[in-house]
């Protein structure tokens, strides 16, 4: 079982940062885009940003200019820095990974909650 195993997140209030990391076993992360997708209540999974083996990053209109997303690759970690938090940001968190093509990878999630 391959495990993407995810850290940060946690409670923040309006406009305040936070940083959420993922660690991918080396054989995946060199060869994946890798990506964060969240999960709010009642809501559907949704890509937030994502940055492929080679470094070009996507990162959703919702979020453009708020977060951003980086990757190690020496430390096989794909980080998210998300600033100027709203609370609808308030989501499960989780860290993607897709190699070659068609091997998806999910981790288990993190919530990141944003108060008003």
């Known amino acids: 079982q391959v495990q993407l195993v995810e850290s940060g997140g946690g409670l923040v209030q309006t406009g305040g940062s936070l940083t959420v990391s993922c660690e991918a076993p080396g054989s995946i992360f060199d060869v994946a885009t890798m990506g964060w997708y969240r999960q709010a209540p009642g809501k559907q999974r949704e890509v937030v940003a994502t940055?492929?083996?080679?470094?070009?990053?996507y990162v959703a209109n919702s979020v453009k200019g708020r977060f951003a997303i980086s990757r190690d690759n020496a430390k096989n970690t794909v980080t998210l820095q998300m600033n100027s938090l709203k609370p609808e940001d308030t989501a499960v968190y989780y860290c993607?990974?897709?190699?070659?093509?068609?091997?998806?990878?999910w981790g288990q999630g993190t919530q990141v909650t944003v108060s008003s």
């Open positions: 993607h990974a897709v190699a070659q093509g068609i091997h998806v990878y």
């Open positions: 940055i492929t083996r080679g470094g070009s990053p």
